[in-house]
T-cell receptor, first 109, second 114 residues
Framework: LAKTTQPISMDSYEGQEVNITCSHN???????ITWYQQFPSQGPRFIIQ???TKVTNEVASLFIPADRKSSTLSLPRVSLSDTAVYYC??????????FGAGTTVTVRA | NAGVTQTPKFRILKIGQSMTLQCTQD?????MYWYRQDPGMGLKLIYY???????DKGEVPNGYNVSRSTTEDFPLRLELAAPSQTSVYFC?????????????FGPGTRLTVT
């Protein structure tokens, strides 16, 4: 499994855009990049996945450069309810996903 | 749909006791998983199953056992509980699509072993 590195924590304010960059230098050809969100005392929730370029859904955007050695999760106009831990995962099949410590995002008023 | 349900929500065990954590999903998913999450840490995969009758070890299987007799249920058995098994346990399920990495998680079981 490719190892991922992401910041331990990030602070933001309501209405701002939050960008979390994840490094995965050893990503393999078949690996997908997946992001999850976890609120306290809850199980993780799938946000977005991608293989290359840009993927957007109603919650976030995922930017993946051509070399795929990193990816950036973008959360537009965050609110207090976006305060959570965000996990970047890389793998070539879903039952081998490995969750690291994640990035704790704190949104302030 | 109820999604993934887990029982109990909380449990306190004494060292050496045994228990079964229950997990049920009503989405007809073939893939199911058990994770544990220690305080301030990410999730670690204990066991997984790709269908009824098929199970396999994950990253941290020692001290646990699983069975998968139906598509819906995936119980996790703890034998001879130890303090190191104090954790929050999450069950999850997913479709068996090769390119789909979306797992659906239950609310978790908080277990304390004293």
């Amino acid at each position: 499994l490719a190892k991922t590195t992401q910041p331990i924590s990030m602070d933001s304010y309501e209405g701002q855009e939050v960008n979390i960059t994840c490094s995965h230098n050893n990503i393999a050809t078949n690996d997908y990049i997946t992001w999850y969100q976890q609120f306290p005392s809850q199980g993780p929730r799938f946000i977005i996945q991608g293989y290359k370029t840009k993927v957007t859904n109603e919650v976030a955007s995922l930017f993946i450069p051509a070399d795929r050695k990193s990816s950036t999760l973008s959360l537009p106009r965050v609110s207090l309810s976006d305060t959570a831990v965000y996990y970047c995962l890389v793998g070539d099949n879903d039952y081998k996903l490995s969750f690291g410590a994640g990035t704790t995002v704190t949104v302030r008023a | 749909n109820a999604g993934v349900t887990q029982t109990p929500k909380f449990r306190i065990l004494k060292i050496g006791q045994s228990m079964t954590l229950q997990c049920t999903q009503d989405m007809n998913h073939n893939y199911m998983y058990w994770y544990r999450q220690d305080p301030g840490m990410g999730l670690k995969l204990i066991y997984y199953s790709v269908g009824a009758g098929i199970t396999d070890k994950g990253e941290v299987p020692n001290g646990y056992n699983v069975s998968r007799s139906t598509t819906e249920d995936f119980p996790l058995r703890l034998e001879l509980a130890a303090p190191s098994q104090t954790s929050v346990y999450f069950c999850a399920s997913s479709y068996d699509s090769v390119d789909n990495y979306e797992q659906y998680f239950g609310p978790g079981t908080r277990l304390t072993v004293t």
